[in-house]
């Protein structure tokens, strides 16, 4: 399980129960191959998935890297799904979709630490900062989603 958090211009945002899966490859199975990675949440209506890479430091932590483009499309949907499923704002929330998204990778924060277990495969914790904004032609809005894993999940082979 995680929580998921994100608002949108106006609105005092919330903080959703998630499960979520991060799988890392090579991983035939997801589609992932070496140094890959893929993190969802899923909220029960919507799953939010994005895509990066990953290095192992000298300490063995996973590295996690996302491009900033390929990010831009599952940050628009994610914004698009709270807007109509969870705020009920409907046809309004329609103009997202033509919204540009604009994302400054220097500002994405994906820290992830793992533990060996003693007598299973150990554990995960993971806590994004994926900041960006929505601009259109009158306006831009900041808007920041954070993901966060937490207590630790297992790590399952």
Same mark, same amino acid.
């Given at each position: 399980?995680?929580?998921?958090?994100? =608002?949108?211009?106006?609105?005092?945002?919330?903080?959703?129960?998630?499960? $979520?899966?991060?799988? &890392?490859?090579? /991983?035939?199975?997801?589609?992932?191959?070496? /140094?890959?990675?893929?993190?969802? =949440?899923?909220?029960?209506? &919507?799953?939010?998935?994005?895509?990066?890479? &990953?290095? $192992?430091?000298?300490?063995?932590?996973?590295?996690?890297?996302? /491009?900033?483009?390929?990010?831009?499309?599952?940050?628009?949907?994610?914004?698009?799904?709270?807007?109509?499923?969870?705020?009920?704002?409907?046809?309004?929330?329609?103009?997202?979709?033509?919204?540009?998204?604009?994302?400054?990778?220097?500002?994405?924060?994906?820290?992830?630490?793992?533990?060996?277990?003693?007598?299973?495969?150990?554990?995960?914790?993971?806590?994004?900062?994926?900041?960006?904004?929505?601009?259109?032609?009158?306006?831009?809005?900041?808007? $920041?989603?954070?993901?966060?894993?937490?207590?630790?999940?297992?790590? $399952?082979?």
């Amino acid at each position: 399980m995680g929580l998921l958090k994100a =608002a949108l211009p106006g609105t005092h945002g919330g903080t959703d129960p998630v499960d $979520v899966l991060v799988d &890392f490859g090579p /991983n035939a199975g997801a589609g992932l191959g070496a /140094n890959e990675f893929l993190i969802g =949440a899923d909220d029960g209506v &919507f799953d939010f998935e994005f895509r990066g890479t &990953f290095t $192992v430091d000298a300490k063995g932590q996973p590295q996690l890297t996302v /491009n900033p483009l390929a990010l831009a499309g599952p940050l628009q949907a994610l914004m698009t799904h709270i807007c109509k499923d969870v705020l009920q704002l409907g046809s309004s929330c329609d103009a997202i979709l033509s919204d540009s998204v604009l994302i400054d990778g220097t500002k994405l924060a994906l820290p992830a630490r793992t533990k060996a277990g003693k007598t299973s495969g150990g554990s995960l914790a993971l806590s994004a900062k994926l900041p960006f904004e929505l601009s259109d032609s009158t306006q831009v809005s900041k808007i $920041v989603v954070t993901l966060k894993v937490s207590p630790p999940a297992a790590l $399952v082979p």
